[in-house]
């Protein structure tokens, strides 16, 4: 694997992470989540919004230096 990340590859973990995250909390908000394991689940949210915002940093960071890609709003509320 590279060391540097490619851009698309940034831009389909940022939505991915997104995606994820948005079921995630649907999920622990359902009734269908044991509460047992409402402790777990809510900690496999919080790993994922870390990741989700180390990326976004990283994004905007490539962002500077490549005026081409997309903006984190545009990313964000583009529809696939």
Do not use: V
């Not at 409402?38 to 005026?67: P, V």
Request: charged share 30%; with cysteine.
């Amino acid at each position: 694997m590279t060391e540097t990340i490619s851009s698309n590859a940034m831009i389909y973990a940022i939505l991915a992470l997104n995606s994820e995250i948005e079921l995630q909390k649907e999920y622990i908000d359902s009734p269908e989540l044991a509460a047992d394991e409402r402790d777990n689940e809510e900690e496999i949210l919080g790993d994922m919004e870390q990741a989700f915002m180390e990326f976004l940093g990283l994004y905007k960071s490539r962002c500077k230096k490549d005026k081409t890609l997309p903006s984190i709003d545009e990313l964000l509320t583009s529809k696939l």
